[in-house]
Nanobody
Framework: QVQLVESGGGLVQPGGSLRLSCAAS????????MAWYRQAPGKQRELVAS???????NYADSVKGRFTISRDNAKNTVYLQMNSLKPEDTAVYYC????????WGQGTQVTVSS
């Protein structure tokens, strides 16, 4: 079992930046594949970025070059640095941990608007 708590969401103007954090507890963090998903109103949840235990990284095409995922195994935390934010990035962002089972955080709202 692993518990995930996201933080760092909020309201930002187009072109701005935010950094999301996801703190994990309850298990051996380093073995998990960690990922960020997002879900906009009326849309399906989609993968934003993922990072394996060996730090292999994958990004959705829509965020490549703007978002950076990273993990700090010593702090049991995964981050999502989001730059050059666009209105279409507005969504609830969810942290996910996978190792034979999926675990989800409660989500954090990101709103990009002027």
């Amino acid at each position: 079992q692993v518990q995930l708590v996201e933080s760092g969401g909020g309201l930002v103007q187009p072109g701005g930046s935010l950094r999301l954090s996801c703190a994990a507890s309850g298990s051996i963090f380093s073995i998990y594949v960690m990922a960020w998903y997002r879900q906009a109103p009326g849309k399906q949840r989609e993968l934003v970025a993922s990072i394996t235990s060996g730090s292999s990284i994958n990004y959705a095409d829509s965020v490549k070059g703007r978002f950076t995922i990273s993990r700090d195994n010593a702090k049991n935390t995964v981050y999502l640095q989001m730059n050059s934010l666009k209105p279409e990035d507005t969504a609830v962002y969810y942290c996910n941990a996978y190792y034979f089972n999926n675990y989800w955080g409660q989500g954090t709202q990101v709103t990009v608007s002027s």
